[in-house]
């Protein structure tokens, strides 16, 4: 590959990621994309319930709302 061949390439890359958000320190590449996952099973609602109490959809939440 050309020196401008390259440059090229690199100013079309720029150009198709520039929307594309960057990773918060420590995650996976994944993060924002739900098909890779495979951990959203009740083990995952379970642990998210459990780390945002009180949420929308939580049995906290309906509970409160509704009553039992």
Do not use: I
């Amino acid at each position: 590959m050309t020196p401008h061949e390259e440059a090229v390439f690199e100013n079309k890359a720029e150009k198709m990621l520039r929307g594309q958000r960057e990773l918060p320190t420590g995650r996976d590449f994944r993060c924002f994309t739900e098909r890779f996952r495979n951990d959203l099973g009740e083990d995952f609602e379970k642990n998210y319930h459990r780390t945002f109490p009180g949420t929308p959809g939580s049995p906290e939440w309906w509970e409160r709302k509704f009553g039992k």
